[in-house]
Nanobody, 126 residues
Framework: QVRLAESGGGLVQAGETLTLSCAAS????????VGWFRQAPGEEREWIAA????????KLAKSVTGRFTISRDNSKNTVFLQMNSLKPEDTAVYYC???????????????????WGQGTQVTVSS
């Protein structure tokens, strides 16, 4: 079992950068694939990024490709989401999620993850 805690959210202006962190505790984090999701008020939860357990492979949603980067440091049990050129439409609560899977596995489906953090609010003003 792993516990996840997001941090790094806040209020920024359009065009600025934020880096979110997802810190894990409990089980061996390097055994877990991780995804980032976000949910805006009145909207469904949206997948935005995923990374394999070793970090060799990543995948990004089209809406954030070219602006966001997902990475991880397993020595620090942390996954990062660097968000550049933020837009007002990026405003949402951001969640990280994890699942213990084999090397090379990742998914964009929320159903594929069984551990979730509490979320961190990101607000982008115009």
């Amino acid at each position: 079992q792993v516990r996840l805690a997001e941090s790094g959210g806040g209020l920024v202006q359009a065009g600025e950068t934020l880096t979110l962190s997802c810190a894990a505790s409990g089980d061996t984090f390097s055994s877990y694939a991780v995804g980032w999701f976000r949910q805006a008020p009145g909207e469904e939860r949206e997948w935005i990024a995923a990374i394999t357990r070793g970090g060799a492979a990543t995948k990004l949603a089209k809406s954030v490709t070219g602006r966001f980067t997902i990475s991880r440091d397993n020595s620090k049990n942390t996954v990062f989401l660097q968000m550049n050129s933020l837009k007002p439409e990026d405003t949402a609560v951001y969640y990280c999620a994890a699942v213990k899977r084999e090397s090379g596995w990742l998914t964009s489906s929320a159903l594929g993850y069984n551990y979730w953090g509490q979320g961190t609010q990101v607000t982008v003003s115009s």
